[in-house]
């Protein structure tokens, strides 16, 4: 089969396409022929070697932690039953990058029918994450809030999410087009956060004092900024590091203001969390009460230049790879 491998730490070119063995299902797996495989910004930084305190992975390794597409072959202690069946798995480290991919068996979603693969994994990371997320944040109607990096996958998710709740939505992010796609999304206001006293646009639209909840998924300067003019006893959400790291503010005044602050290890959910979280992100987005934004797709063979075009900020909404 085919799969791409991150060949060396460095720039999108260490992406390269490889013949491989054809993965068999051990024990407790399911090998899912891959009709999509879900890109993820961190997958950039992984690749750059970024983070490695926390992301232990060393090259040559295959990059992908989402796929949907159908089972294949299951091995001992799997119900057969889910040969044939289209589903969503995370895949339990990196592989699905690739034309096939062994899972555990135990994480297998199946897609509901209405749902397209390309949906489903866009929401398998994205879905989750944003509903759990969404939930802690406990919004309440006529609350305002902002959500910075709005146009990202799940950026888009978290300003339909809050809209729905009845919050009066801000979304900040970078440029016309991506504004564009947040009002779309549900956003009464939106600040485009290149722009120089930002800030100031985003209170004034939240009438002047400040949003009363911040999911961030911008982090530093962005988050700083966002952060420094959150309500007092606003809550904020620093889950977000696209810019090099988590939202920069001293915990001490955070304190001071009484607000609460979750960070991402409180994203990081138990492996039943996420496949309860993504079972329903699934049947939300199937039922049409939730919408996933597919802005660019790229062949495999050209996962270098998804990488690249997300580092470049170039991409709206989720970016995925389509093998079928
Ligand atoms: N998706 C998940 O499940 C998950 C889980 C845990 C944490 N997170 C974190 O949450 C963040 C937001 O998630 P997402 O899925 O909405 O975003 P995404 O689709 O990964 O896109 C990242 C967004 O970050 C913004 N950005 C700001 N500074 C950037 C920079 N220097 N380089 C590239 N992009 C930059 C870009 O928008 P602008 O150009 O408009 O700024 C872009 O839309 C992720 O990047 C990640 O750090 C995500």
Same mark, same amino acid.
């Not at 983070?51 to 232990?56: D, G, S, V």
């Not at 034309?99 to 398998?124: K, S, T, W």
């Given at each position: 089969?085919?799969a ?5 730490? $460095?720039?999108p *070119?260490v992406? =390269?396409?490889?013949?491989m063995p ?7 797996q /399911? &090998?899912? +022929?891959?009709?999509?495989?879900d890109?993820?910004?961190?997958e950039?930084?992984?690749?750059r070697?970024?983070?490695?305190e926390?992301f ?10 989402a ?8 091995g ?5 039953g889910?040969?044939?069946r289209?589903v969503?798995?995370h895949?339990g480290?990196?592989? $699905?990058?690739? *034309?096939?991919? =062994? ?11 209405g749902l /397209? &693969?390309? +949906? ?9 994450t944003a509903?759990?997320?969404?939930e802690e944040a406990?919004i ?11 146009a ?7 300003v ?5 709740a ?6 900040a992010?970078?440029?016309k087009?991506?504004?564009?796609v ?14 120089p ?5 985003v ?6 004092g400040?949003?009363?909840?911040v999911?961030?998924g911008a982090?530093g300067?962005?988050?700083?900024a966002?952060?420094e003019i959150?309500a007092?006893g606003?809550?904020?959400s620093?889950?977000?590091?696209p810019?090099?790291g988590?939202a920069?503010?001293?915990p ?5 203001r009484?607000?609460?602050?979750r960070?991402i290890e409180d ?9 309860r ?5 699934l049947?939300e987005?199937?039922a049409?009460?939730m919408?996933p934004?597919i802005g660019?797709?790229?062949p495999?063979a050209r996962?270098?230049d998804a990488?690249?075009a997300?580092?470049a ?7 995925l790879?389509?093998?079928?």
């Amino acid at each position: 089969m085919w799969a791409i491998q991150a060949t060396r730490f $460095g720039d999108p *070119e260490v992406l =390269a396409i490889r013949e491989m063995p054809d993965p068999v299902a051990g024990p407790g797996q /399911g &090998v899912v +022929e891959v009709s999509v495989a879900d890109v993820l910004f961190v997958e950039t930084q992984i690749r750059r070697g970024l983070a490695r305190e926390y992301f232990t992975v060393e090259p040559p390794y295959v990059p992908g932690s989402a796929v949907a597409g159908q089972v294949i072959s299951v091995g001992e202690s799997v119900d057969p039953g889910w040969v044939g069946r289209r589903v969503a798995a995370h895949t339990g480290g990196g592989g $699905g990058y690739a *034309e096939r991919v =062994a899972v555990p068996a135990d994480g297998l979603i199946p897609v509901p029918d209405g749902l /397209g &693969v390309r +949906e489903a994994a866009a929401l398998l990371h994205d879905g989750p994450t944003a509903l759990g997320v969404f939930e802690e944040a406990r919004i309440r109607p006529g609350e305002s809030v902002l959500v910075t990096a709005a146009a990202g996958g799940m950026g888009v998710l978290l300003v339909q999410l809050a809209h729905t709740a009845g919050a009066r939505v801000t979304a900040a992010a970078r440029g016309k087009q991506k504004l564009d796609v947040a009002r779309e999304m549900g956003a009464v206001s939106v600040v485009d956060y290149s722009r120089p006293g930002w800030p100031e646009r985003v209170r004034e639209a939240c009438g002047g004092g400040g949003p009363d909840v911040v999911f961030d998924g911008a982090g530093g300067q962005i988050g700083g900024a966002a952060f420094e003019i959150t309500a007092p006893g606003g809550r904020f959400s620093a889950h977000g590091a696209p810019s090099g790291g988590f939202a920069e503010f001293d915990p001490r005044e955070a304190e001071r203001r009484g607000v609460t602050v979750r960070g991402i290890e409180d994203v990081r959910f138990a492996p039943a969390k996420v496949k309860r979280l993504a079972a329903r992100a699934l049947a939300e987005a199937a039922a049409g009460r939730m919408r996933p934004v597919i802005g660019q797709t790229f062949p495999l063979a050209r996962a270098a230049d998804a990488h690249a075009a997300m580092e470049a900020r170039d991409v709206v909404g989720k970016t995925l790879l389509l093998l079928t």
